[in-house]
């Protein structure tokens, strides 16, 4: 019996496999817990927004330089993460939100309570885009694209870039909350 010969496609797929693997091992790894996450976020800079309700329906992660587990430094020489990406970003929110007063729904809530939803396009630890939409019933009132960007650090130490890592979470939040165009359309919605 006369074996195949191997195609240059799959060994080409197996070195990209292995290449991922060492890069992947050779990472500073910086766990995110959201229960470990405390919002810095001044509850007295957004009195507008405290006792309105919302539901807080998803997180999305259609960032093609993440995994769903992890996101990473602009070098890759860092990843970040632990649980999924959208489980800790949802529950990271939904204690933000809570914190400056919000009533936070998460699977359901009253007819005519906005919904919030964060759909994530790209995230490293510099810079995360992505679009936030506010629905009402199911009518869209506000969709916008945001980009965050984080300050520079030229830190390897896992808890300070841990701590980094939770103040590109406030920051996300409070580009949204300081936005007048989306301040405008959440008082008009918001019951």
């Given at each position: 019996?006369?074996?195949?010969?191997?195609?240059?496609?799959?060994?080409?797929?197996?070195?990209?496999?292995?290449?991922?693997?060492?890069?992947?091992?050779?990472?500073?790894?910086?766990p995110l817990d959201s229960?470990?996450?405390?919002?810095?976020?001044?509850?007295?800079?957004?009195?507008?927004?405290?006792?309105?309700?919302?539901?807080?329906?998803?997180?999305?992660?259609?960032?093609?330089?993440?995994?769903?587990?992890?996101?990473?430094?602009?070098?890759?020489?860092?990843?970040?993460?632990?649980?999924?990406?959208?489980?800790?970003?949802?529950?990271?929110?939904?204690?933000?939100?809570?914190?400056?007063?919000?009533?936070?729904?998460?699977?359901?809530?009253?007819?005519?309570?906005?919904?919030?939803?964060?759909?994530?396009?790209?995230?490293?630890?510099?810079?995360?885009?992505?679009?936030?939409?506010?629905?009402?019933?199911?009518?869209?009132?506000?969709?916008?694209?945001?980009?965050?960007?984080m300050p520079q650090s030229?830190?390897?130490?896992?808890?300070?870039?841990?701590?980094?890592?939770?103040?590109?979470?406030?920051?996300?939040?409070?580009?949204?909350?300081?936005?007048?165009?989306?301040?405008?359309?959440?008082?008009?919605?918001?019951?």
């Open positions: 019996m006369k074996r195949k010969p191997v195609s240059l496609k799959y060994l080409f797929y197996l070195s990209g496999i292995f290449t991922l693997l060492i890069i992947q091992g050779c990472a500073l790894h910086v229960t470990k996450y405390v919002s810095d976020i001044s509850k007295s800079n957004y009195i507008k927004y405290q006792g309105k309700e919302i539901l807080l329906n998803s997180v999305i992660n259609n960032a093609a330089d993440t995994s769903i587990f992890f996101y990473f430094s602009q070098n890759g020489k860092i990843q970040y993460g632990g649980p999924a990406l959208t489980s800790y970003f949802w529950y990271c929110f939904n204690s933000a939100l809570l914190n400056i007063g919000l009533g936070v729904h998460e699977h359901s809530a009253p007819k005519g309570v906005p919904v919030f939803e964060f759909i994530i396009s790209s995230l490293n630890d510099s810079q995360v885009k992505f679009t936030f939409t506010l629905k009402k019933t199911v009518f869209l009132k506000f969709k916008k694209e945001y980009i965050v960007t030229d830190t390897k130490n896992p808890e300070d870039l841990e701590k980094r890592a939770y103040q590109m979470v406030d920051l996300i939040i409070t580009t949204v909350l300081d936005d007048k165009e989306f301040e405008t359309v959440f008082l008009e919605n918001a019951g």
